[in-house]
T-cell receptor, first 114, second 114 residues
Framework: KAGVTQTPRYLIKTRGQQVTLSCSPI?????VSWYQQTPGQGLQFLFE???????NKGNFPGRFSGRQFSNSRSEMNVSTLELGDSALYLC?????????????FGPGTRLLVL | SQKIEQNSEALNIQEGKTATLTCNYT??????LQWYRQDPGRGPVFLLL?????KEKRKERLKVTFDTTLKQSLFHITASQPADSATYLC?????????????FGGGTRVLVKP
């Protein structure tokens, strides 16, 4: 069974631009969560989607948004990029929502904002 | 909301010895706790889940304990090997107010020297 895939793996953007990251969960998994990881803040929860509905949202500004498609694939968008948005963005999938289920993480997208 | 504390200092250990990592949490006691391993530039990989009614869980050379009185979980790597060098993260649900989303500690880096 293929793992969680994320595209692109690396991205360089400039301040003010926007970016869209993509995540394909493990086949059969309907829950997708997004995390931002930085050296200073660690792994921080962005949002969780299940059956195309946002189930949970972390404490991030409205510039961060996401969506989930009927095939469970998910995208997250960051508009008006800031230098502080430079981070590793991780997507995780699980069979169902909630933390009891094992989270399977993708390799991440490393975003650098210049 | 739940706060999770892991020793931010790296743990340097000699090959063959046992590494012991600590995860402390505040506020309410979670129904379960998970441990993940993360290698540089990669997403976390699930290792073990322990429920509140389980005192101890083992998987090969790994052992996790869960003390709801002390609000603490200990993670042991016995007979450590250089390949065990990585960052280890504990995670637990953030509470009902947080939608029970999985919240991660800052992680502890382990370096096993041959």
């Amino acid at each position: 069974k293929a793992g969680v895939t994320q595209t692109p793996r690396y991205l360089i953007k400039t301040r003010g631009q926007q970016v869209t990251l993509s995540c394909s969960p493990i086949s059969g998994h309907r829950s997708v969560s997004w995390y931002q990881q930085t050296p200073g803040q660690g792994l921080q929860f962005l949002f969780e989607y299940f059956s195309e509905t946002q189930r949970n949202k972390g404490n991030f500004p409205g510039r961060f948004s996401g969506r989930q498609f009927s095939n469970s694939r998910s995208e997250m968008n960051v508009s008006t990029l800031e230098l502080g948005d430079s981070a590793l963005y991780l997507c995780a999938s699980s069979l169902s929502p909630g933390g009891m289920e094992t989270q399977y993480f993708g390799p991440g997208t490393r975003l650098l904002v210049l | 909301s739940q706060k999770i504390e892991q020793n931010s200092e790296a743990l340097n250990i000699q090959e063959g010895k046992t590494a012991t990592l600590t995860c402390n949490y505040t506020n309410y006691s979670p129904a379960y706790l998970q441990w993940y391993r993360q290698d540089p530039g990669r997403g976390p990989v699930f290792l073990l889940l322990i429920r509140e009614n389980e005192k101890e869980k083992r998987k090969e050379r790994l052992k996790v304990t869960f003390d709801t009185t002390l609000k603490q979980s200990l993670f042991h790597i016995t007979a450590s090997q250089p390949a065990d060098s990585a960052t280890y993260l504990c995670a637990l649900p953030g509470g009902r107010a947080a939608g029970n989303k999985l919240t991660f500690g800052g992680g502890t880096r382990v370096l096993v020297k041959p």
